[in-house]
């Protein structure tokens, strides 16, 4: 039960597009289109952005989106907002559990 | 409104005991699978457990199997973790989650920390 991998970081600045990967393996991301990822700001709970890959749920901006390719998914973030800076959590399906990534730092510049 | 309120949490010795609860409201709470999942101080996010929606089955991350033991009671929507033989790596916010697909956490409660040290 190996953690998912994602950059320890990423920045960019508002309006701009960021993109956060997250390598797993063929027993997990690259075998379940069971991919979710979490924005969670300092002290709060984490919150659903995505899920099944690349779908949103109700009340999320259309500004966050998911892919998958073979066996890393990604999270892309379209016109950066100063609210989106928090810590981003990928997560995937690895058969009878579930795998996290060890999360990614967000800054907007 | 969905909500999941846990309590618990405390400063606990190496070696205890320790029993979360999570207290659920707003949807049917029978329906659905709930998880734990936790968070050490400065650290990313970690499964725990998992218990499908009748109870029957139950699943663990390696690191807690043999030691945590998660269950449920549906008639009084509330979730638990029953933690035995602490240690200090089990430091950490404990977060319940409802579970609408495997990995697919909607709703999480404010979290419960739990510090294991002498």
């Known amino acids: 039960q190996s953690a998912l991998t994602q950059p320890a970081s990423v920045s960019g600045s508002p309006g701009q597009s960021i993109t956060i990967s997250c390598a797993g393996t063929s027993s997990d991301i690259g075998n379940y289109n069971l991919v979710s990822w979490y924005q969670q700001h300092p002290g709060k709970a984490p919150k659903l952005m995505i899920y099944e890959v690349s779908k949103r749920p109700s009340g999320v901006s259309n500004r966050f989106s998911g892919s998958k390719s073979g066996n890393t998914a990604s999270l892309t973030i379209s016109g950066l907002q100063a609210e989106d800076e928090a810590d981003y959590y990928c997560c995937s399906y690895a058969g009878s559990s579930t795998l996290f990534g060890g999360g990614t730092k967000l800054t907007v510049l | 409104e969905m909500q999941l309120l846990e309590s618990g949490g405390g400063l606990v010795q190496p070696g205890g005991s320790l029993r979360l609860s999570c207290a659920a409201s707003?949807?049917?709470?029978?329906?659905?699978?709930m998880s734990w999942v936790r968070q050490a101080p400065g650290k990313g996010l970690e499964w725990v457990s998992t218990?499908?929606?009748?109870?029957?089955?139950?699943y663990y991350a390696d690191s807690v199997k043999g030691r945590f033991t998660i269950s449920r009671d549906n008639s009084k929507n509330t979730l638990y973790l029953q933690m035995n033989s602490l240690r200090a790596e089990d430091t950490a916010v404990y977060f319940c989650a409802k579970e609408v697909k495997w990995g697919c956490f909607d709703i999480w409660g404010q979290g419960t920390m739990v510090t294991v040290s002498s």
């Open positions: 218990i499908i929606g009748s109870g029957g089955s139950t």
């Open positions: 707003g949807f049917t709470f029978s329906s659905y699978a």
